[in-house]
């Protein structure tokens, strides 16, 4: 039986809602179940209505994507998250990834290709548009070096898990592939995570594969 991605929508343009709504109402598969103006209002919707991804928009007045990001991240919402933006500026990608995004994508991407990366996001893929995905590696590669982060420190189990997300394998499928509970892989995403100074599953899985980990 086929499931149906909850979304929520954040962006501070009506325009722009409605685009993404209507987008997304001609693909299978996806309901919108709120919309929200600001970052406070998605807040409050995110956690009364449990959605299974939030489209967020970067740039918005008051309390801006990343501030909305960090906060519904620390309230542990557990959606897929994806930033939403007209920025292609390096650090405004990586303060995204280290903030917990689950993607980025750039608002003048082809709507079919917007579809299918965020298809990618809700199957535990790397969601981000292809022209970035280099600028992030090569960043995370280079900061690698500087702070000589070693997956060294990590047990087999944090390890193997860790070449599962560099494979785009989500939770589910690490559970079902390593034959342990779905709640222990997550366990270990928050020990590996931590041992490697990440705060993304998206940032460690990138890094994994820019340094050939997997």
């Given amino acids: 039986m086929p499931t149906t991605t909850r979304v929520l929508i954040i962006d501070d343009h009506p325009l722009f809602r409605r685009g993404v ?5 001609l693909a299978d598969g996806f309901e919108i179940v709120g919309e929200a103006a600001s970052g406070q209002e998605g807040i409050e919707l995110a956690k009364r209505l449990d959605p299974d991804l ?4 970067l740039n918005m007045k008051g309390m801006n994507g990343l501030e909305t990001l960090r906060t519904m991240r620390d309230l542990e919402i557990d959606a897929r998250i ?3 933006t007209v920025s292609d500026a390096p650090e ?14 750039l608002k003048d991407n082809d709507p079919d290709d917007i579809l299918k990366l965020i298809d990618s996001a809700m199957h535990g893929k790397t969601a981000i548009s292809p022209e970035l995905t280099s600028l992030l590696a090569t960043a995370l590669r280079e900061e690698s070096v500087v702070e000589q982060r070693s997956q060294a420190s990590l ?7 860790l070449k599962c997300l560099a494979g785009g394998m989500s939770n589910k499928l690490i559970a079902r592939e390593l034959d342990i509970m779905e709640s222990t892989v ?6 590996l995570l931590k041992k490697l100074k990440f705060r993304s599953r998206v940032e460690a899985a990138v890094w994994a594969v820019a ?4």
Avoid at 54 to 57: E, G, Y
Avoid at 211 to 214: D, E, K, W
Wanted: no cysteine; net charge negative.
């Fill in 21 to 25: 709504s209507q987008l997304l109402g």
């Fill in 54 to 57: 939030i489209l967020l928009d």
């Fill in 82 to 84: 994806i930033l939403v």
């Fill in 92 to 105: 405004d990608l990586i303060a995204a990834i280290r903030s917990g995004a689950d993607g980025y994508i």
């Fill in 155 to 161: 047990t087999e189990r944090e390890t193997a898990i």
């Fill in 186 to 191: 997550k366990v270990h995403i928050r020990n």
């Fill in 211 to 214: 340094n050939h980990i997997g």
